[in-house]
């Protein structure tokens, strides 16, 4: 049972515009996410999903538009100022992004470092709890990077991007090069995590199956600009593409083995 | 969050040591609060309540700092209750308590800090050294057989890409090339002035240069250069494809890779870098007999009549045969560090850094053995 989410947003882009050279990604596109909910971004390629990711985390400074995040202007701030809105936030990167000369536990303490005076052990706890969270094995925290499989090192990357607590969670294709099994996995772990640490989850995607189990809301990049609602609505919708990504032979598989497990919840007797 | 305030109160009740933990239980707080909890050495078998009532907001690292306290004190062997736990916490509690543990986290340290871990260092670098030299061996044995192969059948050398390859190599280095023998001829000629002139033998600057350029500093410095600006390209561009799996694919599609890209690499810096050579020698002694007019006076075909006095062609081809066997060692390592780069785009900058020093280091060596053998036959 999903709360409805609480309508204030966290995150607020306005009359957003990139442009690469000659081409246009974004037209005036709007979005608001709200705290607590889980928001899945999807769209074809090179609809420009990470390029919005990346605006919004300051990476990609846009052609036009406003972003406010926690009620205050990235755009406008100075850069000690974006570095305390920056500490709030945590980002998984497509491959993990983990610095390969580091082990995972050093990682994870990179940005404790810079922030905190911590003592050496409560800082190797933290990491290990990090560690943990992220559903990876203890063994794992005195690993190089390139020692670890490829869910593992996303794993790695949520750890690093969970060490300070962060209010919200950038995800970029958290489940792509993945198998079913761990994508599945991997969705659950973000969707338990969402709801005990209470946060906010911005997840680009184009993994149909991590829509339909973790997002309260889906927003779709169609013709520069994005359309939000809930899935029920998204799934009404009857713009072209959209109609073609979730009621083609996939979309219909992935809702229909959603209907299948709700109706197996509601069949159960406890 | 400067503002953010936690404290752990300690009182007795009944016998009972009541830790009451209060504000803000946050990573800020959190250096504080972790001194403060290992201070705490209540008597053992002393019941321990942590009550949690007062908490307004606490994140993983307060909550892992609680669940912590309990799990040591509980392995001390004081029963310890936690109490008050708000409904809205207590997901993270149950995620914290899922995910934590005492186990110490592991970090491996560098082991040559220590005299046993140097030598073992030593002896490892020195065995790597030797299986490198070993299969650097076998690579060129390697094209070696191929081009023995491919004179067998001529026509199965690529001739665009070896003609692609010598623009690369050839024609796009002769900005650098031409710049800096012009300024090498420049600098010796000016040093060699100032010294001969002492003793009334200015004259004496044009053989001084002429047999430094030619027999060695043309060639050293354009093996140098190359070694530098292709050498580390062929690194570059094999192990990019390496990482790509170009390599790969080119097998399973049946191309020998070594056919396709060690040869024409090979084949055009042979033929390059003596033409290089022949142009860095050039301009070499332009800049030098420049040089010679400003500071001595010393006039274009009076330049000329000293140096055909000077230096026969025999000094000039001293020069230029050392350039094949340098364009051999360069393009070799070149291609061969490529082939050793492995799956990683970080592997790509190491190996390239690898092939120009070793590229370098033995161009310097072999134009050690080609003096010793030169003088050897009194050439």
Known sequence: MKPAPPQQPIISVRGLVNRFGAETVHDGLDLEVYAGEVLGVVGGSGTGKSVLLRTIIGLNRPAEGTIEVFGTDLLALAESERREIEKRWGVLFQEGALFSSLTVAQNIEVPLKEFYDLPRGLMDEIAALKIGLAGLPGDAAAKFPAQLSGGMRKRAGLARALALDPEILFLDEPTSGLDAIAAAEFDQLIRDLQQSLGLTVFMVTHDIDSLFAVCDRVAVLVDKKIRVGTLDQILRDDHPWIRNYFHGPRGRAASAAQAGAARLALSDPA | MAAAAATLVATEEDKTLVLKAEGEWLLATAAELDRRLR??????????????????RIDSAGAWLLLRAELELTARGNPVELRNLDPTFAPLFEQVRAGGSLSPVAHPRPDHHTLVGFLARLGAVTLGLCARTYRLLGFFGLVCATMMRLTLRPGRLRLTAMVAQMEQTGVNALAIVGLLAFLVGVVIAYQGADQLRRFGAEIYTVDLLAVGILRELGVLM?????????????????????????IDAMRTLGLDPVEVLVVPRLLALLLTLPMLTLYADLMGLLGGSLMARAALGIAFPEFLSELRNAVGTRTLWIGVVKAPFFAAIIAMIGCYEGFQVSRSAESVGRQTTLAVVEAIFLVIVADAAFSVFFSVLRV
């Open chain 2, 39 to 56: 201070q705490l050495d209540p008597p053992p078998h002393q019941p321990i309540a942590i009550d949690l009532g007062g908490l307004d």
């Open chain 2, 222 to 246: 354009t093996a140098v250069i190359i070694a530098g600006r292709s050498g580390s390209a062929f690194t570059a561009e094999i192990g990019t494809m390496r990482v790509t799996e170009e």
